[in-house]
């Protein structure tokens, strides 16, 4: 018989992560092993998120630990799936969380061989979970740079150095978002099989949409230019979706279309959102889907050079005119 077409392919993340493996015949297998760590964290974390809520009311009578301790937060157990699959595979030499202060090193017999650090936001958006709103996990993938053997200092890479970014929304379903610098490709959980399913590769961001998604009840602490840039949106007919959780605005803006952004405030001077742990993983995606991402008009935000781990900076991310509409009002 015919091999079947290969748009009828059944591709599952695993197989999806070989075949990119095998392009790359002098690769060492270490940095499918780093993604396949956060393929498990992701179904691990996807199936605590399902019982948000239950594990509270259940837990307080029957999986209240010796000391009496009350159920963990889900972010804290998000963070500790990811921090306990990804210290399993020898690739991994650091992994930064935003949740922790400190960054942990693993391993640092790093002798020549080429390891990875793993920055992610564990649990975006969580304070969503009391309402039954979208989560996400964030995650950005650096080489350990060899010549600086302090951790902070082979943390702190522009974004343009990322060998891999992606992105778990804990939405109607589970949808795992990956770039390995070649593309955007999508995958969905099956949860009857417990595995992720490419439902497509290649995606492209829609080169515009009349949407902007941002806080506006922080319109009048905005620099003026956001809120001149707001009110000719609105003069045209824009719509406006937010979901407070990065993670889901943005997926639906790499689908649909539109522009994200979480500019300066009184209160947040840099605005809120994380360099390594939100704006440049999402930058990639959103570029790598012929996106655009700019932290101020002119600036990429891959091109930002970080001084802390935990520092935040403006962000403007989506279609490209939506992004450049934005940009000419600043
Ligand atoms: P978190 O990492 O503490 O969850 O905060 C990040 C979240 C983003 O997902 C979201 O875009 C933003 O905070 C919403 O902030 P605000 O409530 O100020 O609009
Ligand atoms: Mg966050």
Known sequence: ADAPARSNEIVTLQAHILQQQSRYPEASGQFSWILSALAISAKMIASHVRRARLDDVLGTVGNQNVQGEQQQKLDVIANDILLR???????????????????????????????????????????????????????????????????????????????????????????????????????????????????????????????????EGNRLSFPEGYQKYLSWAQERGYSSRYAGAMVADVHRILLQGGVFMYPPTRKAPKGKLRLMYEANPMAMIVEQAGGKALSAPGERILEVRPTDIHQRVPVIIGSSEEVDHVASHL
């Open 85 to 215: 699959t990804l210290g399993g595979r020898e690739g991994v030499a650091i992994v930064a969380s935003e949740e922790n202060e400190e960054p942990v090193i693993l391993r640092t017999d790093d002798a020549d061989e080429r390891k990875y650090c793993v920055l992610f936001d564990p649990l975006d958006g969580s304070s969503n979970l009391d309402v039954c709103g979208a989560v996400g996990t964030i995650f950005s993938i650096l080489r350990k740079d060899r010549r600086s053997p302090a951790a902070q200092a082979s943390l702190l890479q522009p974004g343009v150095e990322q060998v891999a970014a992606g992105y778990v929304l804990y939405g109607s379903s589970t949808v795992f978002v990956l770039t390995i610098g070649l593309g955007v490709d999508m995958f969905v959980l099956d949860p009857a099989y417990g595995a992720f399913i490419r439902v497509a590769q290649g995606l492209r961001i829609p080169k515009a949409n009349k949407c902007y998604s941002v806080n």
